[in-house]
Every structure is written in structure tokens, then in C-alpha cells.
């Protein structure tokens, strides 16, 4: 087992991009490896999912509590009859990455932020017990029926896992005051989201959500390391999402990734965390000893713009895609998104019914938009999926992207998913499958050497080249159809479509693409 490197020079002198081989047993991967370069993750909100047990139901009572920020019901018997109806498999997932579900506080709360909105800890990042399930999700013998279902489908389970920080109800802020910092700092100002350098260690994301002091505390690393540890033997858990990674240090991370392999030695377990900063910074938690991955944010805040516009504009992805390449390597197991909880829903600007400045959660309260107006917005968010699946790192799709949801900011991008569908969002979600399954056979998509053959426009077309196996992607992000010429870098015997709908003529090295708006298409090179 290893990581194989080649580097060269072609016949000009010029240096050939690094490439990168794993290697697994002596050999290659490919799509038949039990490893985690072909996984496709989707993320479950628990609470917004889909209500099958009405017994557990209990919102919270406060008439200062809006609906859209209390409990709907999603529970565990909902991602259950979900995976027994094969809803993920026929989707082409393979991974379930379901959000926090330790026991949360049973009351509202005020934001400190301005306009002091009032909330509930239904997305389960309020933690009132470390080992405890809230009960409005289930029980632990239905959490363990989800994950053994799962893996006798060869689905793996992630937990969003939060460790750095409790709710003040938490018994861990009660009994070891001194593990936790102060919202106070030494000038009088409030350490609440205060994300600059001097702060993201130490900073409260509210009054009432105190953040661990690591540095100063070595006994809470490690008893959340602990916890951690027991939640994946207890419940088999495949690995990890890591919440707010860049406000923990590194010597949680590390603890927590030794622990993890000195406990399960035999076990291939997966950490992908969350850090909004630069890639250095997001990069910096990239590595053997601490996460396998996080979210590739310099691609998704670059590429969602391009992608959800009727006038895209691909001319600087290339550029964007390469510097991603020196980031993160030509082959890695980064995090690729469409949006997520913490992002505005792509639909609902793809749509034209926000901008990308525009504050998402007062929208969500104040105006949320409306149902889809535009059919391109289905085609707009299917091409960005296509990318993601074309590209090196993990796809990830956020629930309800499959069928895009609409929605704002938080909260208003965690509304209840729907099974109830137009023909539209049926259409949509058959084409995720389509393209899941494609990059669940074709190992060029996840670990190719990848070129970029033209990217002007609305136009950005790419080949992947694996061992002999080669497929080209090309993706045409406007109202118009366009028709394109293309210098091959390679021999190519001939070209056969895998999906999608427009047209090739090729000549030797020429090869002449016609791709319909709004369309991509993905063809298998024989070389």
C-alpha cells in the first residue's frame, strides 16, 4: 500500500503535472476498492428529513419561536424507511453523513447577535449530554438499526460530531467550569463570533453555547476524545464530520486521530471537517495525523457563481482548479459541494430570486423566496453536480439538492424534505443518480490526471485519464447551444457518449463538440 508519484518532461522540456497513483494491496485503486476516494456522501438533517414516528414529536412551546427554528419531527425512523425503500441506493450514494443527535436542551433560545431572533437546538449542535441521544430522534436501538441496514448495503455512516463547544445546561460546563474559557475578554469586549486569529480558539458562538478552552484544558480534550471514541464503538460508526475545526487545536485533532487508530487498528475510518479561511488554513488540518479531508470551499464559493448564472463565465476556473491542484494534490479527499446548511440554497439564487451578498437568514424569515420559477435552474444545478462528480475529492450532496430545494440561509435552507415530487425535481434527481452512478464505475472521475481543454465562456470542457482509461466532460452553462473545436492532447480511437445529449464529430486530433444549453455530457475516450 502507498502513494506511487511520477514526474517528467515532455519533449519541449517543459515539466508534466505530478501525477499520483494510490496504491492498495499492489495494485491501482478502482471502483471495486472498499475505499473512501469513491464515495459519494449525503447529508441527512435528522430533524428535517422526514417524520415517520409521530410519537416522539415535540416541538417546543414559545410563542417567540418561530416555526422554520423548532422541531419538525425528522426523525430516525425516517432515515430508516429511507434506506429500507432503497431511496439511497437508487440514488447512487454510498455514504450517509447524518447531523449531531446527542440529547439537546429542552427550551428556546435568544441570540445575543442583533435582531435577537429565538431559536431551538433542532439541528443538534446544542449538546446537553455527551452520551445521550435526544429522544425527539429516536432511540439508540433505531440509531444501531440505521447503521447495520446501512452497512449490509455497503453504506458507510458518518456522525457530525461536535466538539468544540456545549450548551450551558451541558454538565460538563456545570461541574468543570475551568475547562471552558470566558465570554468576556480581558478588555471588556464579548467574545461571541469573533473570528479574527487572535479570537477563533477561545470565541463563544453565543452567550449560552460556551466553547472549550483546550490549550488551558488537557482533562477536556481528553474526555471529549472519550466521547468521541465511544459513539464509534458503540454504534460502528465509519468515521466523522467535524464541526467548526479551525475554533479547535491541533492537538485535539491529533489526540482525537490516535485515539481512533489505536482503538479500531483494522478500521478505514473517514474525518472530513469544516473551516471557512484561506487553504492554507484549511489545509492545515490535512494530514496523516489529524483530519482526511474538509470542505473544498476556494472551488465551491469560485465555481457556484459560473454555475448558477444564465451568463457563466468558466474563464477563470482553470485557474482556480490548479491552484486548488497545488493546495491539495492532484488526487485527495476534499469535500465537493452544491450548498449546504450553513450555505444559501443553490436554486434560490440560481433562480434569480437572491444574490449572493444578501443576508440569507433574514431572508429566511423576513421574505423567503418562493417555488421554482425557471426550468434552467434544475439543468444549472445538475451541471454543477456534474462537476463535482468530475472532479478529484468526495462528492457531497446536502438533502433536497437532489430535487433542488429552494430555500435561503439558515434556517431557511433546512426545510423539510419533500418525497412529493414534480416532474421537474423527478427528472433532476434521475439525473444525480445517473451521474453518481458514473462516477461510481469510472475510476478516471475520482482519481484521474486531470486537463482542463477550454474553459471560455459559458463553456468548460475536461478530460480525465486513467491508466486506459479516459473520459472527456463537457458542460455548456448557458441559454444557447454552443459548438466548440478542440486540439486533443492525445490519440483518441473514438469517442462514446455515457450521458447526455450533444453531438461530436471528430477528425484525428480535432474533435468538434455541439453542447446543448444549459447541458453537460460526458463521454468514454478510447484510446
Not at 482533562?219 to 468515521?239: F, H, S
Not at 468526495?394 to 438533502?399: D, E, N, R, V
Request: proline share 6%; hydrophobic share 35%; glycine share 8%.
Amino acid at each position: 500500500n502507498g502513494l506511487l508519484r511520477i514526474i517528467g518532461q515532455d519533449l519541449n522540456g517543459r515539466m508534466i503535472p505530478l501525477n499520483q497513483t494510490i496504491l492498495k494491496n499492489g495494485k491501482p485503486l478502482n471502483p471495486d476498492s472498499d475505499d473512501w476516494h469513491f464515495s459519494i456522501i449525503y447529508n441527512i438533517l435528522v430533524d428535517r428529513f422526514l417524520d415517520s414516528d409521530s410519537s416522539n414529536n415535540k416541538p417546543i412551546s414559545d410563542p417567540k419561536l418561530p416555526e422554520i427554528a423548532n422541531f419538525m419531527g425528522g426523525d430516525f425512523a425516517g432515515i430508516q424507511d429511507k434506506i429500507n425503500e432503497g431511496y439511497f441506493d437508487e440514488l447512487g450514494v454510498n455514504t450517509l453523513w447524518i447531523s449531531p443527535i446527542q440529547k439537546q436542551t429542552d427550551s428556546s433560545w435568544v441570540q445575543w447577535i442583533p435582531p435577537n431572533r429565538t431559536y431551538s437546538g433542532y439541528h443538534g449542535y446544542w449538546p446537553i449530554l455527551p452520551r445521550e441521544i435526544e429522544p425527539r430522534f429516536g432511540t439508540a436501538d433505531e440509531f444501531k438499526s440505521i447503521v447495520k441496514t446501512a452497512h449490509n448495503s455497503n453504506t458507510k455512516v458518518l456522525l457530525d460530531f461536535v466538539s468544540n463547544h456545549v450548551h450551558q445546561d451541558h454538565h460538563y460546563y456545570l461541574d468543570h467550569r475551568e475547562w471552558f474559557g470566558n465570554v468576556t475578554l480581558p478588555n471588556g469586549e464579548i467574545n461571541i463570533r469573533n473570528w479574527s486569529e487572535d479570537t477563533r480558539l477561545t470565541t463563544w458562538f453565543d452567550e449560552f453555547i460556551p466553547s472549550f478552552d483546550f490549550p488551558s484544558a488537557p482533562d477536556a480534550i481528553d474526555q471529549v476524545v472519550a466521547d468521541a471514541i465511544w459513539w464509534m464503538e458503540k454504534y460502528d460508526l465509519d468515521g466523522f464530520r467535524q464541526d467548526a475545526v479551525k475554533h479547535v487545536p491541533h492537538s485535539f485533532w491529533k489526540s482525537l486521530t490516535r485515539n481512533i487508530r489505536d482503538n479500531f487498528p483494522k478500521k478505514s475510518f473517514y474525518q472530513i471537517g469544516e473551516t471557512f479561511g484561506s487553504d492554507d488554513l484549511i489545509g492545515s488540518y490535512v494530514n496523516p495525523a489529524e483530519l482526511d479531508g474538509q470542505f473544498n470551499f476556494s472551488i465551491y464559493f469560485n465555481a457556484r457563481g459560473p454555475f448558477s448564472s444564465n451568463k457563466a463565465d468558466f474563464s477563470d476556473l482553470g485557474r482556480i482548479i490548479e491552484e486548488n491542484r497545488h493546495s491539495f494534490g492532484p488526487i485527495h479527499l476534499m469535500g465537493n459541494i452544491t450548498s449546504s446548511h450553513d450555505q444559501l440554497r443553490f436554486a434560490g439564487y440560481a433562480d434569480g430570486q437572491m444574490e449572493f451578498s444578501v443576508d440569507g437568514t433574514a431572508r429566511s424569515f423576513d421574505d423567503p423566496v418562493g417555488e421554482i420559477r425557471y426550468e434552467s435552474t434544475y439543468s444549472k444545478l445538475a451541471n454543477f453536480h456534474a462537476f463535482n462528480i468530475s472532479q478529484p475529492g468526495i462528492p457531497i450532496i446536502y438533502y433536497g439538492e437532489e430535487i433542488a430545494m429552494m430555500g435561503e440561509g439558515d434556517p431557511g435552507n433546512r426545510r423539510m424534505m419533500r418525497f412529493n415530487l414534480t416532474e421537474n425535481e423527478k427528472k433532476l434527481k434521475n439525473q444525480f443518480s445517473q451521474l453518481n452512478q458514473l462516477r461510481n464505475k469510472y475510476s478516471s472521475l475520482a482519481l484521474g490526471d486531470q486537463i482542463i481543454l477550454k474553459n471560455e465562456g459559458p463553456v468548460l470542457v475536461l478530460i480525465k485519464i486513467y491508466f486506459d482509461e479516459t473520459v472527456l466532460v463537457a458542460f455548456n452553462n448557458s441559454q444557447d447551444p454552443k459548438t466548440v473545436e478542440i486540439e486533443l492532447p492525445i490519440d483518441i480511437a473514438f469517442l462514446t457518449k455515457l450521458i447526455g445529449t450533444g453531438q461530436f464529430m471528430k477528425n484525428d486530433r480535432l474533435l468538434k463538440l455541439k453542447i446543448n444549453p444549459f447541458g453537460h455530457d460526458f463521454y468514454f475516450a478510447k484510446n
